[in-house]
């Protein structure tokens, strides 16, 4: 009797054990869903990449360059939706135009940088190297510091950098502690 009951126990332990690995398997096949900044910086991935085999001829992604992120940028501009005006529309330096003008709409410089960052991570994320990362090329700054300043220009608005706030409680600390008297 003994060796059955041991025999049922074995078949149930299999049977718990087959449960818990068709838990972990349902598991790994339904991750749990990336955040808004994953799923972006995915999709960002996948377009660069098709980009770059869409190109006359197909670039591998160990060859490219800055020059290819460059040219990527610059392709994503006839989808943009920020009209930047050129020095000869009279509607040049106006931060709320009058009328309509036909300048072509362009992508706007946050969103380029913002882009830039998501790719520069998704490179390492996806075996490239730091050191040579085409994203984090000086090429691409200077790139992203032009687009920038040249819209800041079109807009009559000049851009400002954001200045870092102070820790009020770092602030409130300094000012509350009490000098020491000299004897």
């Known amino acids: 009797m003994m060796s059955i009951n041991k025999g049922k126990e074995v078949a149930q332990g299999s049977s718990r054990s087959a449960a818990v690995g068709v838990a972990a398997a349902t598991a ?19 377009t660069f990449g098709q980009y770059l085999r869409n190109r006359r001829p197909p670039v591998a992604l160990s060859q490219c360059n800055a ?21 000869g529309c009279m509607f040049y330096g106006q931060p709320d135009p009058p009328g309509p003008c036909t300048c072509s709409l362009r992508q706007a410089w946050g969103s380029l940088d913002a882009l830039i ?11 490239g190297s730091p050191e040579t990362n085409p994203f984090a090329n000086a090429a691409i700054r200077i790139y992203l510091r032009e687009v ?6 079109a807009r009559g608005i000049p851009y400002k950098k954001k200045k870092k706030k102070r820790n009020p409680l770092k602030s409130t600390e300094d000012s509350s502690s009490f000098p020491t008297q000299q004897p």
Do not use: C, M
């Not at 991750?31 to 991935?45: T, V």
């Not at 020059?67 to 020095?87: A, E, M, S, W």
């Not at 960052?117 to 075996?127: S, T, V």
């Open 28 to 46: 790994q096949q339904n991750p749990p869903p990336l955040s808004r900044y994953e799923s972006q910086k995915r999709r960002d991935w996948i």
């Open 67 to 87: 020059n290819h992120v460059l040219d990527f940028l610059r392709y994503l501009d006839q989808f943009g939706k920020t009209k930047v005006h050129l020095q």
């Open 117 to 127: 960052g998501r790719l520069r991570a998704a490179y390492e994320e996806n075996g």
């Open 148 to 153: 920038r300043d040249s819209q800041a220009k």
